[in-house]
């Protein structure tokens, strides 16, 4: 009896072309490929996917997927303010939020990750191109649905040629701001009241 | 090893005597390059690699959402392997082309989504009184006419069985994950080699979009199938003829062997008839040959279903869904069980049938306003209560809708 043990669902979030579609290919590159776990992919399909906002899935699970669609999310990544107005009560009660803090100024838990990925992208690994593997940095390293070697693996075998070095100069930005991140969070005095609305899973 | 896995495809695609020793190796060359590599795709790709795996040699299409991956990526793939890629100016075409492609002699496919579909009807009518074999992808999208294009249904079950006009019968089958959009798309060919008939793979977007990690094998991981071509000279050759198997020998326009192919009711050599007798056997045969190879052509997956007093019978991407509101179910105490179509047609009517007659209720989600709950009815007979769960609102069918279902029934 195939039964689904330690199902994950992940959300990326943010405008279209920020590399939302993009970056969840590469995490379910990781988690399936490189790690060796069940996962499946969904993405927004419409014309949002080129603009507006637009969301892709990743599902991972140590077995057999059947419903392919994450519901009550266990990770939200935001990319935008948009993004996370929209997606934010997907997230469950315990779940991990991440947003890029330069383009979201209303972050509504104190618990969430903030790590300013565009200024980070653009200052310090070079590029804006590279946000995206930044933040896949992050969140592996912040949440550890992924080991760090598959996300590295995973990010090298989707970069262009000539891009690598600047890629994985992004990806250890990311995991060394995700853990500085975890840190802040932390430190943190937990809001009051910060949801009203609880979902059951 | 490689070597070896080569030798035996070359020895595998004898039967396709008009493809080229040159066309051969590129094809060979192109499938060792990603064997037995683990890959993410999605549906649709999974659906070209099914394809290039079981010897496609010509496709003919209109990119429409959500089908438009197969003929982007088979656009580049395609030629690569020595095949023909056309983008044809509208669906009716398309349908024209694989079928003039399959007559000379090529495995062929086209690949489109409702409104495309309701075009190549007349000529998939066309491709079944010729007996041509082909694979007509359709990827469902909400309905009708240009309806919901980027939105998943299942509105499509009925007309891929009965879109044409006149008495027929169709091969229809339904993949619900990426592994088996690929295999899958390998049976409709076998199947539309072995029988000389369209075969239709009915995806929905969920399945054709959603990504999945399989490996692709070295070569296809099913036997290829490839159509009996005649073995007496040409002037002792019966294009049509009433053989035992009722699938009579199919030679490709250009082997020297001269017959004539129409859409009108036709005799053994292919012209037209009005003899009542001709008319009959011909129409007879178009059928049983079908009819015949139900066990072959029918395939049915169950599971938790030997204690069931509640069976979800689904098909396509409602499937996942109902798999996981069965395994809530289970862990709940019900007795449920779950039964999922992957030929929708021929029906699974035995299966429908015994199943009747073990559980109490058959719940039948679908992404429609209820069509293949209608059949399901009509071979459960009254022998227990059958109860259609249907959602047609642009969106899949969640779990929990379906357990609810369970237990309102239980």
Redesign the interface.
């Known amino acids: 009896?195939k039964?689904?043990k330690e199902r994950i669902k992940i959300r990326i979030a943010g405008s279209g072309g920020q590399g939302v579609i993009l970056a969840s290919?590469i995490l379910?590159?990781a988690a399936?490929?490189h790690d060796g776990r069940?996962?499946?992919?969904?993405?927004s399909?419409?014309p949002e996917a080129r603009g507006g906002n637009c969301k892709a899935e990743v599902v991972i699970s140590d077995s057999y997927?059947?419903?392919?669609?994450a519901?009550n999310l266990d990770i939200l990544m935001c990319y935008n303010q948009a993004s996370l107005d929209e997606y934010f009560m997907d997230l469950k009660e315990t779940g991990t939020l991440i947003v890029n803090s330069d383009l979201c100024s209303q972050i509504p838990i104190s618990t969430a990750y903030e790590i300013p990925m565009t200024s980070l992208a653009r200052e310090k690994a070079g590029s804006l191109q590279a946000m995206n593997s930044l933040s896949l940095g992050a969140l592996a390293e912040a949440t550890g649905v992924v080991s760090k070697n598959a996300i590295k693996a995973a990010v090298l075998s989707r970069s262009p040629k000539g891009t690598e070095a600047l890629n994985m100069k992004a990806l250890e930005i990311g995991f060394l701001e995700g853990k500085k991140a975890v840190g802040r969070a932390k430190n943190r005095a937990p809001a009051k009241f910060s949801r009203l609305i609880l979902m059951n899973d | 090893m490689e070597k070896k896995a080569t030798e035996a495809k070359d020895g595998k695609n004898k039967g396709t005597s008009r493809q080229q020793p040159q066309q051969k190796a590129k094809r060979a060359a192109a499938s060792k390059s990603d064997a037995g590599q683990?890959?993410?795709i999605s549906g649709n790709e999974a659906c070209v690699e099914g394809a290039l795996a079981a010897g496609l040699g010509f496709f003919a299409g209109y990119p429409i959402?959500?089908a438009t991956e197969i003929s982007e990526v088979l656009s580049t793939r395609l030629p690569a392997v020595g095949g023909k890629f056309i983008q044809m100016e509208d669906e009716i075409a398309s349908m024209a082309a694989i079928i003039g492609a399959s007559i000379a002699g090529l495995k062929s496919m086209t690949a489109t989504s409702g409104p495309g579909f309701s075009l190549m009807q007349e000529n998939i009518g066309f491709g079944i009184i010729a007996e041509v074999p082909c694979v007509v992808v359709n990827v469902m999208r909400g309905g009708p006419s240009t309806g919901l294009p980027?939105n998943p249904a299942q509105g499509d079950v009925m007309q891929a069985r009965w879109g044409r006009h006149g008495d027929q019968r169709i091969i229809v089958l339904c993949p619900n994950s990426v592994e088996e959009c690929y295999t899958l798309t390998i049976k409709a060919f076998n199947f539309s080699e072995k029988y000389r008939t369209p075969v239709i793979l009915l995806m929905d977007?969920?399945v054709g979009?959603?990504?999945?990690?399989m490996t692709l094998p070295a070569e296809a991981n099913i036997p290829v199938v490839n159509r009996v071509k005649p073995s007496v000279p040409p002037e002792w050759h019966i294009p049509y003829e009433n053989t035992p198997t009722g699938v009579p020998p199919m030679a490709a326009f250009g082997d020297g062997y001269r017959y004539h192919i129409t859409g009108l009711v036709h005799d053994q050599h292919g012209f037209p008839t009005q003899r009542q007798d001709e008319i009959k056997e011909f129409l007879t045969r178009l059928t049983t040959k079908i009819e015949k190879a139900r066990r072959e052509l029918i395939m049915v997956e169950t599971e938790?279903i030997d204690d069931a007093k509640v069976a979800v019978l689904s098909y396509g991407?409602t499937s996942?869904?109902a798999?996981?509101a069965v395994?809530m179910a289970r862990?709940g105490g019900s007795k449920a069980g779950i039964v999922r179509l992957l030929t929708l047609w021929p029906f699974p009517v035995r299966a429908v049938q015994r199943l009747s007659e073990h559980v109490d209720a058959i719940i039948v989600p679908e992404m429609n306003q209820g069509q293949l709950v209608g059949e399901v009815e009509r071979h459960a007979c009254g022998r227990c209560s059958v109860v259609p769960l249907n959602r047609f609102d642009g969106a899949?069918i969640?779990?929990e809708e379906i357990l609810h279902a369970i237990l309102e029934v239980e």
């Open positions: 009896m039964i689904e290919i379910a590159e399936g490929i069940y996962v499946c992919q969904t993405q399909y419409g997927i059947d419903y392919p669609k519901k | 683990i890959v993410l959402t959500p980027t977007e969920i979009h959603m990504r999945e990690k938790f991407s996942r869904s798999r996981r395994t862990k899949m969640e779990p």
